[in-house]
């Protein structure tokens, strides 16, 4: 079982890397719910999803939820 995090507006999921993966293989495990969710709230993301992957089943289940800082473009007047 693993804990990710999960940008649920392109069901990505955030990797060793830094960079977003459809595969929740490639997703970059958690030791805690809590954990991940205050890295979470720190990726360039509108909303997220803590996730508790079970790859044997591939199965989900939603911990947690929430908003990231997401990067606003700046608007030119």
Do not use: C
């Not at 803590?50 to 606003?72: A, E, R, S, Y």
């Amino acid at each position: 079982m693993n804990i990710l995090i999960e940008n649920s507006d392109t069901s990505e999921y955030l990797t060793r890397a830094g960079l977003w993966d459809k595969n929740p293989q490639a997703g970059k495990p958690f030791g805690t719910s809590r954990l991940a969710l205050r890295a979470a709230k720190q990726e360039a993301i509108d909303t997220f999803n803590i996730v508790l992957h079970i790859p044997t089943t591939n199965q989900f289940v939603n911990l947690d939820h929430g908003h990231g800082k997401k990067l606003i473009p700046s608007v030119v007047a």
